[in-house]
């Protein structure tokens, strides 16, 4: 029995002592490539990991912006989409021009990912997140082993696979953060017990469950600060976003870039003549955006005024589906709505291009936007750069960089009445014209231009 001891232990001093030679020489292999990557601009090899790259959501916006300014000032760069979607460059970059108006060179390859099922929320029905992020770690070695770049990243939020281009291929590694993974914000929901669609209603009704859960989200933290070490560099979306990340993962280098928003065209839109009931919605149809929300003050609404008083009123809701989980969620929504009988109201654009888009932002006077803790908003932007007022919740980024406004559902409805039936039009014309000037901060040269620099000099 001693000598199994001391075998053992022989044989855990071996393995300690072999993998800490092999960290070492991970580390020199990545300062080198760091320093390679500084010099030589000319033949630079990025990978984007995005599996979803086609999701036509603000993450997608900013990854593609992101490659076509890239390829447009190093013609030789090769860059490399790690992606879960079996599709073309050409078929992709059409796509891409029909969601955003990015025109992007199809100067790049794509290298699908076969494990990229692995990162479904759906394959995780109890401790999602850590599932997730193990499943990501998978995930980035396969991305990584059909094509290892000089440069890896992460601009799809999965920080776990930083640890594997780092510490495994010794790539450089960049992260762009839209959102936190585990923030103390999350803690608190499950400490004050809210029921919401990240902490389920048995949990937040059970003291012992609760107790759990937050054992479950310390650990997550502990490891998200882990994860965290392994970048180089790190960019975030907001003030809201910078915050919590400098507290947890305590980064070297660490700026906000704020997202790519296409202003220019929408700031060209007239502010007269325009639909005085329509208001408009425009976020990827996914939970926590809360769609259901705004049914509900539509609803409300609807029951505070006569019907001559809404006769041309309109919530249009657009957005896009990821998968077919997404597309589930509309199918619920609209059930909701014909529930709540408010369908009339209603028009559905689903995975809207952007003339449909357009077409709606250059018409609309007021936008709403129900999501608790959104990280920023293009959307937002996006309204404001149209002349279209947005409703948006008083948390997150809105809440540290856009705008300020409303928080719970009497708020909501209560700012629709002032902007449909109070104000005239001199005032509504006024709000419109400061909006403007708010915005113009948020465009996608600015984006484009800050992201390569900080890419390619982290200490300006």
């Known amino acids: 029995m ?3 001891f001391i075998l053992c232990g022989c044989l855990w001093t071996i393995f300690v002592l072999s993998y800490t030679v092999y960290i070492s020489k991970t580390l020199h292999k990545n300062k080198k490539k760091i320093e390679d990557f500084h010099k030589d601009k000319a033949n630079l090899s990025v990978g984007f990991f995005h599996p979803y790259c086609s999701a036509g959501g603000g993450g997608e916006r900013v990854l593609w912006l992101e490659v076509s300014h890239l390829l447009e000032k190093f013609p030789t760069c090769k860059i490399i989409i790690y992606t879960a979607e079996q599709t073309t460059v050409d078929a992709l970059t059409d796509k891409v021009y029909k969601q955003f108006g990015i025109r992007v ?11 990229a099922f692995l990162l479904e929320p759906k394959e995780y029905p109890w401790f999602t997140l850590l599932g997730q992020a193990i499943g990501s770690m998978f995930v980035a070695i396969e991305a990584l082993l059909r094509y290892t770049p000089n440069c890896f990243i992460d601009t799809t939020g999965f920080p776990a696979s930083m640890c594997i281009a780092r510490f495994c291929f010794g790539c450089y590694v960049v992260c762009y953060v839209h959102y936190p993974t585990i923030s103390s914000d999350m803690l608190q929901v499950v400490k004050q017990r809210q029921i919401k669609y990240n902490n389920r209603t048995f949990i937040a009704k059970s003291y012992l469950a609760t107790q759990c859960k937050l054992f ?42 704020y997202p790519p928003c296409s202003v220019k065209t929408l700031l060209d839109f007239g502010l007269s003549g325009r639909k005085q009931h329509w208001v408009v919605s425009l976020s990827q149809f996914r939970e926590e955006k809360n769609h259901a929300w705004q049914l509900f003050i539509i609803h409300k609404l609807i029951q505070q005024h006569e019907e001559k008083d809404l006769q041309d009123f309109c919530l249009v809701m657009m957005g896009s589906t990821r998968h077919e989980q997404d597309s589930e969620r509309v199918t619920q929504l609209q059930k909701l709505a014909d529930d709540l009988k408010v369908s009339s109201y209603i028009r559905w654009i689903i995975n809207a291009s952007r003339e449909q888009i357009d077409y709606y932002l250059s018409r609309a006077t007021i936008a709403l936007h129900t999501m608790r803790d959104e990280h920023f908003g293009i959307s937002l932007v ?4 149209a002349g279209v007022i947005p409703i948006a919740h008083r948390s997150g980024g809105v809440e540290k960089d ?11 409805v209560a700012i629709l009445e002032k902007l449909l039936f109070q104000l005239s039009e001199e005032q509504m014309h006024s709000i419109q ?28």
Not at 382 to 385: G, N, S, T
Request: with cysteine; hydrophobic share 45%.
């Open 2 to 4: 001693e000598e199994w």
């Open 105 to 115: 060179l199809p100067k790049f390859s794509l290298v699908f990912l076969e494990s």
């Open 216 to 257: 479950y989200y310390r650990a997550l933290m502990f490891l998200y600060f882990l994860t965290g070490k392994c970048a180089d560099v790190v960019m975030v979306n907001s003030s809201w976003t910078k915050q919590h990340i400098s507290v947890m993962w305590k980064p070297q280098y660490l700026k906000i870039v």
């Open 382 to 385: 996006e309204f404001m750069a």
């Open 402 to 412: 856009i705008i300020t406004h409303e928080n719970n559902t009497e708020e909501y």
């Open 433 to 460: 014209c400061n909006m403007r000037i708010r915005v113009e901060e948020f465009s996608d040269e600015t984006f484009a231009a800050e992201f390569t620099k900080y890419l390619l000099f982290p200490r300006c």
